[in-house]
């Protein structure tokens, strides 16, 4: 396993070169902390969208959130403090949409 998480690194790296033209991080101009908040921020919508597809998957009972399983007072997908919660942009218009 750990030679295929180097695999996948070393495409990253391969990624990067084609998209920004170079590999000298050093002379890159980023600043490489934002960078990787931001990454983490993209990761964590993610990761948040693949649990709530699964959780679609499991067939949740009628009524309920897909996001924390409380019921909803409507037909809603998203219980009121759930869809008070999650930001209304692109990441998101999946989410309140019919099942």
């Known amino acids: 396993m750990n030679k295929e998480?180097?695999?996948?690194?070393?495409?990253?790296?391969?990624?990067?070169?084609r998209k920004y033209g170079h590999e000298n991080?050093?002379?890159?101009?980023?600043?490489?902390?934002?960078?990787?908040?931001?990454?983490?921020?993209?990761?964590?919508?993610?990761?948040?969208?693949?649990?709530?597809?699964?959780?679609?998957?499991?067939?949740?009972?009628?009524?309920?959130c897909i996001v924390c399983d409380k019921p909803t007072m409507?037909?809603?997908?998203?219980c009121e403090i759930c869809a008070n919660a999650i930001p209304e942009d692109d990441y998101y218009k999946d989410i309140k949409g019919d099942r």
């Open 5 to 17: 998480i180097l695999n996948l690194i070393e495409e990253r790296l391969d990624e990067g070169k």
């Open 25 to 64: 991080v050093e002379t890159d101009g980023r600043n490489f902390i934002t960078e990787a908040l931001e990454e983490i921020l993209d990761c964590c919508v993610y990761v948040a969208a693949k649990l709530i597809e699964i959780r679609r998957e499991m067939s949740p009972l009628p009524n309920h």
């Open 74 to 78: 409507n037909e809603s997908s998203l």
